[in-house]
């Protein structure tokens, strides 16, 4: 008895030292990054609350191939070298993929890093034609481009203000002066020719001197290519000047933080926006979700949380998280379901549809027009 006892208290000892010496199977590890602090941190958090989401609901529904993931949050500031920085610290913890960055300034010199280190990025935000033209394998975007989107407004412009003085400024980023380029492309190209053309420094918090030059200039209708900050000051300091332009901007202004800067000057801002993703019947359950815990899903917070579930999808199909397959799952042109409806992709990366609107800001909100 003695003997049975010692050869099955033996037996159970090997059973578990085999046990402890064989690892466990590893967490995905999957990062977002963003504007977590700065002047553009409302959008950082943004991000950050549509990727915690898709992964609380992917790990509730099982995880990622028996896996449940696990997110690193990064904080690029919108810096350009904070953004490399982030990158190489996302690539030390074994990120398989990224949601993000938020500013195309970012997302363009962190992409470098994720391809040498083979880590597949979607950024929800970044719509710079260069992320994914100069880009590699590994680059995509739930979100549309400047071209796109400059295109839109230009026309737009041309259309409602041809007979009006147009001042376009910028703020020399990779976003700003490129959406500003792009829309004043368009513009030109329908025969309208602005008024001034002219960048400022953003981070600055007295654009008087600028606004005097417009106010001499005789402008009615001010574009701006660059964020929400700026754009607020810029308008409510032209107000203080006495003038009464109509402000417009792109999609950086989607953030109610805008109207906390512009105030009451913030009446009749428009922008451009992919139609509005909350009212889409892909994104109700989630964003009922949003509600109950008291955040309202604007802006890019559900272009991040698509960027997560496409990721999921596709890696699915592929079998496998290595992000090269991944990466050829996505650039096949099936359609991905998502909170934004139906996604596909070109080889390049980009979405094969974009659908910008006009929004307009009244009383401290903005809707479609």
Not at 28 to 43: M, Q
Not at 52 to 74: D, R, S
Not at 316 to 330: E, F, I, R, S
Not at 352 to 361: A, G, I, M
Request: aromatic residues 8%; proline residues 4%; charged residues 20%.
């Amino acid at each position: 008895m003695i003997r049975r006892t010692l050869f099955a208290g033996a037996a159970a000892l090997a059973v578990a030292l085999m046990a402890a010496a064989m690892p466990a199977r590893a967490d995905i590890v999957i990062g977002v990054a963003g504007p977590i602090t700065g002047s553009n941190a409302t959008f950082g958090a943004q991000l950050k609350a549509g990727a915690e989401l898709a992964v609380a609901n992917i790990n509730a529904a099982g995880g990622v191939l028996g896996q449940k993931l696990v997110l690193e949050v990064g904080d690029d500031a919108c810096d350009p070298k904070q953004a490399v920085s982030v990158a190489n610290q996302m690539a030390s913890k074994k990120v398989q993929f990224v949601a993000g960055h938020f500013c195309s300034s970012s997302s363009i010199p962190a992409s470098k890093v994720y391809t040498e280190e083979g880590i597949l990025q979607i950024t929800p935000a970044s719509t710079n034609p260069k992320f994914t033209e100069e880009g590699s394998w590994n680059t995509f975007r739930t979100c549309g481009r400047d071209d796109q989107q400059g295109a839109v407004a230009g026309a737009f412009i041309a259309k409602q203000f041809k007979d009006r003085k147009i001042a376009i400024l910028h703020d020399n980023t990779a976003y700003g002066k490129g959406l500003a380029d792009e829309t004043r492309k368009a513009l030109n190209a329908a025969g309208v020719k602005e008024t001034m053309y002219a960048a400022y420094v953003p981070g600055e918090k007295d654009y008087s001197a600028l606004v005097s030059r417009m106010k001499e200039a005789g402008i009615d209708v001010i574009y701006v290519g660059g964020y929400h900050t700026e754009t607020g000051l810029i308008n409510r300091q032209a107000r203080q000047q006495g003038m009464t332009p109509t402000m417009i901007g792109g999609d950086a202004l989607v953030t109610n933080e805008y109207w906390q800067i512009a105030g009451d000057a913030g009446n009749g801002t428009l922008m451009t926006f992919p139609s509005d993703p909350r009212r889409r019947p892909s994104a109700a359950a989630v964003v009922k979700q949003f509600r109950d815990k008291g955040i309202d899903p604007e802006g890019y917070v559900l272009y991040a949380y698509a960027a997560i579930q496409i990721w999921a999808d596709a890696v699915k199909q592929a079998g496998t998280t290595d992000p090269k397959k991944v990466a050829a799952v996505l650039h096949g042109g099936k359609p991905f379901d998502s909170v934004l409806g139906k996604i596909s992709y070109d080889k390049k990366g980009d979405v094969t549809d974009s659908d910008y609107v006009f929004y307009v800001w009244k009383n401290g909100s903005y809707a479609e027009m």
